[in-house]
């Protein structure tokens, strides 16, 4: 009779095990597919930069701390980058081209070039495609990381060596409106 219970408990936990691997990893490729969607479009908005910073450069002529500090920021091969890189990068960015935008406030003719106007069109857009994914990869990180941190779950997922994601977050800066003052 003890056999039979000590195999059944065997059993079970194996089971569980099983199960909860299998969530984890479901999970784990979940989180993976929602940073591949949002990689597409960080991957547009870092390919626009450059034709931006030309278009800038040539009315903003004493901006030159925004405008190196986004270069410097490209600067890295963006292939090359891990996720985690990848994040955080983004975040840098997404704070410079805010003060660009703002630049644009002061210059009226650069506000009205036709490359500026298609330029921050395209950004836009690109940025609200980065919002909606950014949206569904930090819900796919939180489930994530929530069955790695709960218990018993969290047992499974220290033996088998699930590590926590970080989601995307926005600074506090960037979370100031812009004030363009002319």
Partial sequence: MGLYILISVIVILVFYILFTYNS??????????????????????????????????????????????????????????????????????????????????????????????????????????IANSRKYYNGTVRNYNNKIQMFPSNIVAKLLGFKEYNIFKTDEEEKINVKVNL
Wanted: charged share 30%; aromatic share 6%.
């Fill in 24 to 129: 984890l990893t479901k999970s784990n490729n979940l989180v993976k597919e929602a940073f591949s969607t949002m990689d597409v479009y960080l991957k547009k908005r870092w390919d626009l930069i450059p034709n931006l910073l030309e278009v800038v450069k040539g009315y903003a002529k004493n901006e030159n701390n925004v405008l190196e500090q986004l270069s410097s920021i490209r600067a890295n091969s963006y292939n090359d980058m891990i996720m985690d890189k990848k994040i955080n990068i983004n975040e840098q960015i997404t704070q410079n081209l805010s003060k660009i935008m703002a630049i644009s406030e002061k210059y009226p003719d650069l506000k009205a070039s036709k490359n500026f106007l298609d330029l921050s069109k395209n950004l836009i857009q690109v940025e609200d495609e």
